[in-house]
């Protein structure tokens, strides 16, 4: 009974080919993350979304984009990646404006870059 | 801006013995503090989670953490670890405002003897 899904579990792309990575969930969420993961590092937030409203954070590279085109799903757009992105990618939900709220998690995609 | 400070990156322990993982936090007011560990190859799964109340509080899997304003510290602690507690933890703060973004810290990867 998966509630957030990633797809792939595993995306590998060439170097400066554009890949797309994919999220859902089953929650009803407002708020949906996508967070970088290197090896053997902690989780670092790329952005998210609050319903339909997208945040950046300041330190998030150009290269990534994000979509999300329903209360479902959310899209990690990677215009031309480097080696350097190669990382565990992880998408996490919450439901925002609630106390006692948690983000769930779900099992991520490493992207390998060749 | 809140930080996270996890200052053991690894802890070996025997199967039996007990466990605590420390937690440090910063954060301007009153804190949303959660332990998250992360098998190999996987996403985030939440092992509890604290927002007000009693300060000591219990998760799954046997785990169970204390909050300590006074230290502002949120330790992990599990009486006796299996040999399936082997994996990677993570604390982290959240932010109810501004998405509920997560803060983690560097991890902690735990190693279970036989």
């Known amino acids: 009974d998966a509630m957030v899904i990633q797809n792939p579990r595993y995306q590998v792309t060439q170097f400066g080919k554009p890949v797309t990575l994919s999220c859902s969930q089953t929650?009803?969420?407002?708020?949906m993350y996508w967070y970088q993961q290197k090896s053997s590092q902690a989780p670092k937030l790329l952005f998210h979304?609050?319903?339909?409203?997208?945040?950046n954070e300041a330190d998030t590279p150009d290269n990534f984009q994000s979509r999300r085109p329903n209360t479902s799903f959310c899209f990690l757009d990677i215009r031309s990646p480097g080696l350097g992105d190669a990382a565990m990618y992880l998408c996490a939900t919450s439901r925002e404006g609630t106390l006692n709220t948690e983000a769930f998690f779900g099992q991520g995609t490493r992207l390998t870059v060749v | 801006a809140q930080s996270v400070t996890q200052p053991d990156i690894h802890i070996t322990v025997s199967e039996g013995a007990s466990l605590e993982l420390r937690c440090n936090y910063s954060y301007g007011a009153t804190p949303y503090l959660f332990w998250y560990v992360q098998s190999p190859g996987q996403g985030l799964q939440l092992l509890l989670k604290y927002f007000s109340g009693d300060t000591l509080v219990q998760g799954i899997k046997g785990f169970e953490a204390e909050f300590k304003r006074s230290q502002s510290s949120f330790n992990l602690r599990k009486p006796s670890v299996h040999w399936s507690d082997a994996a990677e933890y993570f604390c982290a703060v959240g932010a109810l405002a501004a998405g509920n973004k997560l803060t983690f810290g560097g991890g902690t990867r735990v190693l279970v003897k036989p």
């Open positions: 979304y609050y319903d339909k409203d997208f945040n």
């Open positions: 929650l009803n969420h407002n708020v």
